[in-house]
Nanobody, 121 residues
Framework: QVQVVESGGGSVRPGGSLRLSCVASGHIDRINSMAWYRQAPGKPRDLVASISSGGTINYLDSVRGRFTISRDNAENTVYLQMNSLKPEDTAVYYC???????????????WGQGTQVIVSS
């Protein structure tokens, strides 16, 4: 089993910053991709940013230039630095990790429980 745990959400005024962290733990042989998604009430879950083990990064157009994803492969950790936050960034942010388990050598695709981000004046 592979667990994913997020932290770092909270409330902030427009223009402010937050940093989200996510750690994957358990029977991990390797992690291929780590990503952040978000879901606002009544809306689908959207991919915000992703980063591969080789460092390939993708961003949602609306956050490019404001958010930065980074990864510590040795610690199975991914971060999301969010600057210049806007009210429309308000959502529950979820971490996702995909890779290979070390116990059964099977693929895994694990989600965290989510962390709330509220941007409001």
């Amino acid at each position: 089993q592979v667990q994913v745990v997020e932290s770092g959400g909270g409330s902030v005024r427009p223009g402010g910053s937050l940093r989200l962290s996510c750690v994957a733990s358990g029977h991990i042989d390797r992690i291929n991709s780590m990503a952040w998604y978000r879901q606002a009430p009544g809306k689908p879950r959207d991919l915000v940013a992703s980063i591969s083990s080789g460092g390939t990064i993708n961003y949602l157009d609306s956050v490019r230039g404001r958010f930065t994803i980074s990864r510590d492969n040795a610690e199975n950790t991914v971060y999301l630095q969010m600057n210049s936050l806007k009210p429309e960034d308000t959502a529950v942010y979820y971490c996702n990790a995909e890779g290979m388990r070390s116990d059964y050598l099977q693929n895994f695709n694990s989600w965290g429980q989510g962390t709330q981000v509220i941007v409001s004046s």
